[in-house]
């Protein structure tokens, strides 16, 4: 079975871009979870979401930040304006209600530099 | 409030000397607990889960974990470690009918031949 796919594994870009990380959840499962990842702060939650509905997304570092999931097979988090300090692995990852008790599925990641 | 500590940072064993990894936790039910363990440039990677039943629970690549609930813990062991054991290992509580896992700090292995 396929996992979680992530797209892209690696970008760098300027600071002031735009950048779109793509994720496709693990069929069949309705939680997906948007995790950074840095040396400084560990691996933080970013957003979730149900049955593509956000649920939580306290951790949303702030409003450059946006999460979207328009059907049950794809998520982008999107950073805009970009800045260095959003450099960082960012990971996808999906879960299912009722089996499994909560077991999280996590992709690769997509690791992000901004210079 | 739920939280996760890995008491150790980072840990250094000899291949083929014996492991154990801490993990305590702060929950006020009983929780589900999760071990994962990320690679070099890797996603993270389930080792072995707890649910209820027996609270010794065996995951892959030999690796096994025991719940203690008086002690609140979760600590991960392997007899024999070997060299492409060296990750970095993460516990997760996770509370039962939600889904905002937490996670620990993780803790660095390190194994030296």
């Known amino acids: 079975d396929a996992g979680v796919i992530q797209s892209p594994r690696h970008e760098v870009t300027e600071m002031g871009q735009e950048v779109t990380l793509r994720c496709k959840p693990i069929?069949?499962?309705?939680?997906l979870f948007w995790y950074r990842q840095t040396m400084m702060r560990g691996l933080e939650l970013l957003i979730y979401f149900n049955n593509n509905v956000p649920i939580d997304d306290s951790g949303m570092p702030e409003d450059r930040f946006s999460a979207k999931m328009p059907n049950a097979s794809f998520s982008t988090l999107k950073i805009q304006p970009s800045e260095p300090r959003d450099s960082a692995v960012y990971f996808c990852a999906s879960s299912a209600s009722g089996m499994s008790g909560n077991t999280i599925y996590f992709g690769e990641g997509s690791w992000l530099t901004v210079v | 409030a739920q939280s996760v500590t890995q008491p150790d940072i980072h840990i250094t064993v000899s291949e083929g000397a014996s492991l154990e990894l801490r993990c305590n936790y702060s929950y006020g039910a009983t929780p589900y607990l999760f071990w994962y363990v990320q690679s070099p440039g890797q996603g993270l990677q389930l080792l072995l889960k707890y649910f209820s039943g027996d609270t010794l629970v065996q995951g892959i690549k030999g690796f096994e974990a025991e719940f203690k609930r008086s002690q609140s813990s979760f600590n991960l062991r392997k007899p024999s470690v070997h060299w492409s054991d060296a990750a970095e290992y993460f516990c997760a509580v996770g509370p039962t009918g939600g889904f905002k896992t937490i996670f620990g700090a993780g803790t660095r292995l390190f194994v030296k031949a």
């Open positions: 069929s069949g499962h309705d939680y």
